[in-house]
T-cell receptor, first 114, second 113 residues
Framework: EAGVAQSPRYKIIEKRQSVAFWCNPI?????LYWYQQILGQGPKLLIQ????????DSQLPKDRFSAERLKGVDSTLKIQPAKLEDSAVYLC????????????FGQGTRLTVV | GNSVTQMEGPVTLSEEAFLTINCTYT??????LFWYVQYPGEGLQLLLK?????DKGSNKGFEATYRKETTSFHLEKGSVQVSDSAVYFC????????????FGKGTTLSVSS
């Protein structure tokens, strides 16, 4: 079974530029998550989708971050404009449903804002 | 709100030593509890889980018991190996509310031979 795919693996941008990350979840998984992991900290949820609807985006900085999951499969996360404090690893995860079963994580995208 | 607190690291042990990483949680509802591990250069992967009080999760020699009375889910291993060197994250989710995983800050384990 293929895992969660993310791209790119690494990205370096200047502050105020924009960047987008892509995620392809495990086939058939209805729930998709984007997490932000700052160095030395645990992952923090940014947004949770159930199929193509948003379940929780309460911690998403909506003035600069946006995410979509068209057709309930792939998802993109965008940052515009980026700030230095956005430097982090962005993790995508998926799970079959929302009943507290485990989430499967991708390798992540390491973003460096300079 | 729901939260997870785990012991600060790093934890440095010699091979074959006993390992305990403490994790306590605060939750309303019906949390499921998890330990995830992140090996160097790899993604997060599930190590073990428990979905109700008194359940014991186990995998690869690691164990953790869901203790509702002490709101704890401590990770233990009787004899660590160099290959266990990684960052360990305690996490919870509310299966009734369908919430996403909430993670602790992580504990770095370094095992030397």
């Amino acid at each position: 079974e293929a895992g969660v795919a993310q791209s790119p693996r690494y990205k370096i941008i200047e502050k105020r530029q924009s960047v987008a990350f892509w995620c392809n979840p495990i086939s058939g998984h209805a729930t998709l998550y984007w997490y932000q992991q700052i160095l030395g900290q645990g992952p923090k949820l940014l947004i949770q989708f159930q199929n193509n609807g948003v379940v929780d985006d309460s911690q998403l900085p909506k003035d600069r971050f946006s995410a979509e999951r068209l057709k309930g499969v792939d998802s993109t996360l965008k940052i515009q404009p980026a700030k230095l404090e956005d430097s982090a690893v962005y993790l995508c995860a998926s799970s079959p449903d929302r009943t507290g079963t485990e989430a499967f994580f991708g390798q992540g995208t390491r973003l460096t804002v300079v | 709100g729901n939260s997870v607190t785990q012991m600060e690291g790093p934890v440095t042990l010699s091979e074959e030593a006993f390992l305990t990483i403490n994790c306590t949680y605060t939750a309303t509802g019906y949390p499921s509890l998890f330990w995830y591990v992140q090996y160097p250069g790899e993604g997060l992967q599930l190590l073990l889980k428990a979905t109700k009080a008194d359940d014991k999760g186990s995998n690869k020699g690691f164990e953790a018991t869901y203790r509702k009375e002490t709101t704890s889910f401590h990770l233990e291993k009787g004899s660590v190996q160099v290959s266990d060197s990684a960052v360990y994250f305690c996490a919870l989710s509310d299966r009734q509310a369908g919430t996403a995983l909430i993670f602790g800050k992580g504990t770095t384990l370094s095992v030397s031979s």
